[in-house]
């Protein structure tokens, strides 16, 4: 070989400053093509990525490699949702070359911070579902678990979110375009997907009733592999995404009946399905792009499946000992009737086998109890889109049916709740229900969210099916939402107990002694202030406003919903207002709230609740009477990126949903982990972060499930009582109601004043808000002993070590998947 080659081979594999900073500069040349004179720093970004994505190839070949010469059991995550956010410092992290990175861009004189700053923000996902399926895949990799994560490669991610005049204004968000420097685009890997057309019923080869799918419209699905790097680089997994691409029929043949522009847009028409991701978070779309998309990317990914699979197999009934396939909520679940129509119609197995292998090889999580999330397709729609999956649908019920003890009993009523097809009104298929039936497990992602599973949603299937249902509590990894995104605690963290929790986070219980240690709580204060000022700093850039470092930074970031209940915190500002304008001469804590959060487009409530906040900030922060004692902001986008910035600046952690309503949440984990306390309902996991960190360093207030549940059992309650009877909530409604936030316009708030008062108060805002009140207040009242907080602060981080998204994927590799780690055999091309 020439030994110019043997040698670039070699560096392109090397970790050292040298090495770095030497392929960094052939790069910028020689793939992105500039002069270091004229590099940007995009152009910077795209070089480093590049540079970093060589040192991940041939160990991502050799894990890949060792998982089909183990021919070993794998687990395929199906999520219309990745939230990935950058790339970079996860990359160099994972490979432990974050130092040697940083002072090899420091001899070119480039700041690492520039160069990270310049990487778009990855949202191809809404909030905590997609972030849930992204930290799944840093913990699989990281535990060596054979997973792929298998979704749609959205054109365009999350919108933008920007204010305007203080209202949500949604801007494309364009994240492909200067290129991805971390995806391999394969255009060899490609499958067919059909929509609409019609079914065929024919005779097969021994004479049996056979079904075929003809007249369909075509579309291609490419593949787009990002390698996923788990901690330490030593296993390495794919992502694999799909892109839609026209057949080939759309671009030729119709140069001279006048029908070409006609078949160039039909060909842009084809390609929209992977444009846009929905930017609904736990709302029904209702339209028929969005089950196009569904099915399109479950489609492509089984086939590629099954692909994988035929490489050592020549029957099916292996499959499930080869494949766990986990669907990340219903929008996968079409995938059952597909693997069905996969084994009987294209490779002729028999029914009743079939039914039996698909049913062991997937695998259902549920996301959410909302009714309004819970998909249920217009079985007019799906007859239209996918006629033969409708027979399918239609096959699977009857003979579920059939068998159920409800029929034995002659219980229609409870027949017709397990039905896969809701007959009330406008007819539809209940994906859930498809989803649950055709899976060997079930899950919640609470222990109080899977209780109400199966007393709620899921009751006659859990009577039907009794050890369906299981519980995994969701987690995070502690790699991005700690070490990545608070260098400060987590060097803390490791000078004192090595760097074992990094991978094994139950490890960071060895601090609980350090709670108690009067120069570890100083340095962990320290640690909290850095990441303060480095927020104040955002904040100042973001909003223009001063904060100070010093106040109690109370956060409620998350996707903007009446049933997370920002309006309950918003209530509370204007009560804690209204007492410092009149007891001015009393030495307030000071205190900044913080907010971050997305509406969906089309929410005019949540939309109307971010204009409040807004509103209400433009008044508070320009009240000098409350002397900067009080500061009001809401950060504009949050996305994974803000993300990094805001959580390790928090002291308080608003987890405040009416309580049964959040399923878990994400966030309260890694608010927690960071060392902010919570102030929550017992909701969601907040019922296990209690039981973790303990009842002392948490507060908790409001009604329970099951009181929420009997109170709207029982017909609900009069919310003017209530709301008569305490004098600051009445005044900070009536301050709402009468415009005192809103002078250019009175009414603006009338919508929001309605569903407090008359409209009922279903969220139960104004039930909960005199506990709240009182949580607030014991909240800010430790907050005046610096010492006690930070002891139960580093009790937060000590006690999170439960929390990880390890334990979790590893939960999940036991109890539902059956897979095992790997090893891979790096011993030929790898480096080191
Ligand atoms: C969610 C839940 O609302 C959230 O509580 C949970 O933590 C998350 C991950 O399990 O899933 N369900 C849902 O539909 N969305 C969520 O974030 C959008």
Redesign the pocket.
């Known amino acids: 070989m020439d030994a110019r080659y043997k040698s670039r081979d070699i560096e392109r594999r090397s970790l050292d400053v040298d090495g770095l900073k030497r392929s960094f500069l052939e790069w910028l040349v020689y793939s992105v093509g500039k002069d270091a004179r004229a590099a940007t720093r995009r152009d910077w970004f795209h070089t480093v990525a590049l540079a970093v994505r060589d040192r991940v190839v041939d160990r991502w070949m050799d894990t890949t490699r060792s998982y089909y010469q183990e021919d070993a059991k794998r687990v395929y995550y199906l999520s219309l949702e990745f939230l990935i956010g950058r790339l970079l410092t996860n990359s160099l992290s994972n490979l432990g070359i974050v130092d040697e990175c940083r002072q090899a861009l420091d001899r070119l004189g480039l700041s690492m911070e520039d160069v990270v700053d310049a990487e778009p923000d990855a949202a191809l996902g809404?909030?905590?579902?997609g972030r849930?399926a992204a930290c799944f895949l840093d913990s699989m990799a990281s535990q060596g678990l054979p997973g792929y994560g298998y979704g749609i490669r959205y054109e365009f991610g999350l919108f933008e979110q920007r204010f305007e005049n203080g209202w949500q204004v949604e801007y494309p968000e364009q994240w492909l375009q200067f290129g991805n420097p971390w995806e391999f685009a394969r255009p060899e890997v490609l499958y067919p997907v059909q929509f609409y057309g019609r079914v065929e019923e024919f005779r097969d080869s021994v004479g049996d009733r056979a079904y075929r799918w003809v007249d369909a419209d075509r579309v291609l699905a490419m593949a787009y592999d990002t390698p996923v790097v788990g901690y330490g680089g030593d296993t390495i997994n794919t992502l694999r995404l799909w892109s839609a691409r026209a057949t080939r029929d759309f671009n030729f043949g119709h140069f001279n009946d006048g029908a070409y522009m006609k078949a160039v847009e039909q060909k842009i028409l084809s390609e929209n399905l992977s444009r846009v991701l929905y930017p609904n978070?736990?709302t029904e779309t209702g339209k028929e792009l969005r089950l196009k998309q569904e099915y399109f990317f479950t489609s492509a990914s089984l086939q590629d499946i099954l692909r994988r699979y035929l490489q050592h197999h020549t029957t099916f009934e292996n499959l499930p000992n080869k494949a766990a396939i986990q669907l990340n909520?219903t929008h996968p679940a079409i995938g059952i009737a597909e693997l069905m129509r996969l084994l009987v119609d294209q490779h002729a197995l028999r029914w009743d086998d079939a039914w039996e292998i698909t049913r062991a090889t997937f695998a259902y999580t549920n996301?959410?109890l909302l009714p309004e999330?819970l998909e249920a397709w217009p079985v007019r729609m799906i007859e239209r889109v996918l006629p033969r999956h409708m027979q399918i649908i239609y096959e699977i019920n009857a003979k579920f049916l059939n068998r159920t003890k409800a029929r034995a009993d002659g219980d229609n009523a409870r027949l017709s709740r397990l039905s896969l097809i809701d007959e009330r009104g406008e007819r539809r298929v209940r994906m859930g229900n498809l989803a649950f039936l055709g899976s060997h497990k079930v899950n919640g992602?609470s222990a109080l969210h899977t209780e109400l599973m199966k007393q709620t949603v899921f009751a006659d299937f859990h009577e039907e099916f009794p050890d369906r249902i299981n519980n995994k509590t969701?987690g995070i990894t502690p790699r991005r939402w700690l070490k990545q995104a608070n260098p400060a605690l987590s060097e803390l963290i490791t000078t004192r107990i090595g760097e074992g929790w990094i991978s094994d986070l139950s490890q960071i219980a060895a601090l609980r002694d350090k709670a108690d240690d009067v120069v570890f709580r100083e340095e962990f204060r320290r640690a909290k202030r850095k990441n303060k000022k480095r927020l104040a700093a955002y904040i100042a850039r973001q909003t223009g406003e001063e904060v100070l470092v010093d106040s109690i930074f109370d956060v409620q970031v998350k996707?903007m919903h009446e049933y997370k209940r920002q309006l309950l915190n918003v209530l509370h500002t204007i009560a804690l207002y209204n007492e410092m304008r009149d007891n001015p001469t009393v030495s307030w804590v000071p205190v900044t709230k913080v907010f971050a959060g997305k509406a969906a487009p089309s929410y005019h409530m949540a939309k109307l609740i971010i204009k409040l906040i807004n509103d209400v900030a433009k008044v508070v922060n320009h009240d000098p009477s409350v002397h900067d004692n009080l500061k009001v902001v809401l950060l504009p986008n949050y996305n994974v990126t803000a993300a990094e910035i805001i959580i390790p600046a928090a002291d308080l952690s608003e987890q405040i949903s009416t309580a049964g309503m959040?399923?878990?949440?994400?966030g309260n984990m890694k608010l927690a982990l960071n060392g902010a306390l919570t102030i929550g309902t017992l909701d969601?996991a907040n019922v296990e972060i209690r039981e973790h960190v303990g009842p002392d360093n948490i507060f908790i207030f409001g009604m329970t499930a099951e009181e929420v549940n009997d109170l709207r059992a029982s017909g609900g309650f009069n919310p003017r009582e209530v709301i008569a009877s305490n004098p600051s909530l009445k005044r900070a409604l009536d301050m709402i109601s009468t415009g005192a936030f809103s002078p250019d316009d009175r009414n603006r708030y009338h919508p929001i004043v309605q569903a407090l008062t008359d409209g009922g108060d279903h969220f139960l805002v104004t039930a909960d808000f005199a506990d709240y009140c009182r949580a607030q207040e014991a909240a800010m009242h430790l907050y005046r002993d610096p010492e006690e907080w930070t002891r139960k602060a580093i009790l937060n981080t000590a006690n999170m070590g439960w929390f990880s998204s390890d334990r979790t994927v590893n939960e999940y590799a036991g109890e539902v998947w059956d897979v095992h780690p790997v090893h891979p055999n790096h011993d030929g091309e790898g480096f080191r």
């Open positions: 809404n909030g905590g579902l849930l978070d736990a909520d996301h959410t999330a992602v969701n996707r959040e399923a878990s949440g994400t969601g």
